[in-house]
C-alpha cells in the first residue's frame, strides 16, 4: 500500500464507488445477476462513514452542505424522468444526514457551554425537531435507504473525536453496524450483506491520501447513472 498501513479515506472511497457502480448495474442492466447487488451493498456503510467524517473535519461546513444539497437536485432534476414516482436518491439522504449532524453539533456546543438553560433546551428542541422532520418527509416520499439510512452519520457522529486511538474507529464502526442491523431490518434482506463493509472500516486509518480528485464523487455519481440510463433505454 505505498507505505500507507490500513485503508484510507481515498482508498475506502474507490472501493465504495466501485462497489456502486457494480451495484447500479445489477440493479438497472443485470437484475438478474444477485451477486452484483451483494457487492454493492458495501458501498452505502462506507459513503456514511465517510459523511460522518467529512461533517466533523470539513475546513468549510457551509460549502460541504452547499456540495451536497447541489448534488442532490442536479441528480433529482436530471432523472425525474426516468423515475416517475418520487424517489429521493442517495445524494438526498445525505444531504438530510448532514443537517442533522450539524444541528446535533450544534447542539453538543450549547450544552458543553456556559449557555443559559433556555438555550441549552433549545438546542436539544431544535434537534428533535430536525430529526423528527426528516421522519415526516420519509413518510411522505421515498427516500434512498429511508429514515435510518439519514440518521446513520449521526449515530457514528456521536462518538466523541477527542479520542483518536483505534478504539475510537472502532467504536464508530461498531455505531455503523448497529444502524446498518436497523436498516436491513426495514429492507430486503440482502441489505444484511451491507454488514460486509465492517472489516474494511476497521482498518480505517484516519488518513487522506489526496489520490482522487476532491470533486471526485460530485462529477461521478449523476454521470455513471447518465450513461447506465443511456444504454438501459437505447440497447435494452
Not at 11 to 40: S, W
Not at 63 to 81: E, G, P
Amino acid at each position: 500500500m505505498c507505505g500507507v498501513k490500513g485503508l484510507s479515506n481515498d482508498r475506502l472511497k474507490i472501493i465504495a464507488v466501485f462497489a456502486m457502480t457494480i451495484d447500479h448495474i445489477g440493479a438497472y442492466l443485470l437484475p438478474h445477476i444477485t451477486v452484483l447487488r451483494i457487492i454493492g451493498r458495501i458501498a452505502f456503510p462506507i459513503f456514511a462513514f465517510m459523511v460522518a467524517e467529512g461533517c466533523v473535519h470539513t475546513g468549510n461546513k457551509k460549502r460541504y452542505l452547499i456540495n451536497m444539497a447541489s448534488l442532490a437536485a442536479v441528480c433529482q432534476l436530471l432523472f425525474y424522468r426516468f423515475d416517475t414516482h418520487i424517489f429521493l436518491r442517495i445524494p438526498c439522504t445525505f444531504t438530510l444526514s448532514i443537517i442533522i449532524v450539524y444541528t446535533m453539533q450544534h447542539m453538543f456546543r450549547v450544552c458543553s457551554s456556559e449557555a443559559s438553560v433556555l438555550k441549552k433546551i433549545s438546542a436539544v428542541l431544535l434537534l428533535v425537531a430536525v430529526v423528527y422532520a426528516v421522519y415526516e418527509l420519509n413518510g411522505k416520499v421515498t427516500i434512498d435507504y429511508g429514515f435510518y439510512g439519514c440518521v446513520t452519520p449521526a449515530l457514528v457522529s456521536c462518538i466523541s473525536e477527542a479520542d483518536k486511538t483505534k478504539a475510537n474507529i472502532v467504536a464508530k464502526v461498531g455505531m455503523l453496524a448497529y444502524a446498518l442491523i436497523l436498516i436491513s431490518g426495514q429492507s430486503i434482506y440482502l441489505q444484511y450483506f451491507s454488514l460486509l463493509a465492517i472489516p474494511l472500516l476497521v482498518m480505517y486509518n484516519g488518513k487522506r491520501e489526496n489520490i482522487i480528485p476532491k470533486n471526485f464523487f460530485y462529477i461521478y455519481y449523476p454521470l455513471h447513472l447518465a450513461v447506465i440510463y443511456a444504454v438501459k433505454y437505447l440497447f435494452l
